[in-house]
């Protein structure tokens, strides 16, 4: 990923939040001599080393799952559209697109079955503390034979946060002006999540 300094964000406070905001992740791994690709939500445990997930049995990713395999995680926030005419002085300007990403490099491995439904729980209660899993109810238990899950032990995180930031305050505050005003439906959040982040 290609990272200037005005838009690389290292801070694992930080990168480790957006993990909890945009858990919703693009999981890459090498299968021979293709790559596979997943789209699932993923969990950060405690400790902020490892990640865990769950996929279906018939998943091609869960014949990749042994230990030590190398695994590339995407987590995606908001991003739009950034119209030169978002700028005070738009004649000299070019569109451009603004977004946040989080990069995740690490091993995955499969998870001990036996704790796959404690796992399920915490990831249940980061999403919806008002729902907990009936695990005596046998229409709900016997759906664990049919997932697996695994954990990714992370090696290296780093974020790419491009919103702006070589921008004068007076450009920024009128993109994010703009954004607000757009009638598309990624534009609110961007603007909100612009303003976190330059304040």
């Known amino acids: 990923m290609y990272l200037p300094p005005s838009f690389t964000e290292s801070d694992s406070d ?13 999981v890459i791994i090498n299968n021979q001599n293709e790559l596979e690709i997943a789209h699932l939500p993923l ?12 996929i279906a049995k018939p998943n091609p ?26 700028y005070p002085e738009p004649i000299d300007q070019v569109a451009t ?18 704790l ?4 399920l729980d915490e990831l249940q209660l980061q999403q919806d503390a008002k729902y907990k899993i009936d695990w005596n109810n046998p229409h709900i238990s016997r759906k664990l034979g049919g997932i697996i899950g695994f954990e990714i032990t992370i090696k290296t995180i780093i974020g790419k ?10 450009e920024q505050e009128s993109i994010i002006q703009h954004l607000k005003q757009s009638d598309d439906a ?6 909100s999540y612009m303003q976190k982040i330059l304040k």
């Open 14 to 26: 930080k990168l480790c939040q957006f993990i909890a905001d945009y858990p919703f992740a693009t």
């Open 43 to 54: 969990s950060l445990n405690v400790t902020k080393d490892k990640l865990f997930g769950h």
């Open 61 to 86: 990713l869960a014949k990749l799952l042994q230990a030590n395999q190398k695994i590339k995680v995407i987590f995606h926030g908001p991003h739009g559209y950034i119209s030169p005419t978002f």
């Open 97 to 114: 697109w603004n977004y946040a990403v989080v990069h995740v490099d690490g091993v995955i491995e499969q998870l001990d079955p036996d």
């Open 116 to 119: 796959l439904s404690s796992k």
């Open 161 to 170: 946060f491009k919103l702006s930031q070589n921008r004068s305050q007076d």
């Open 186 to 191: 990624n534009s609110p959040e961007l603007a």
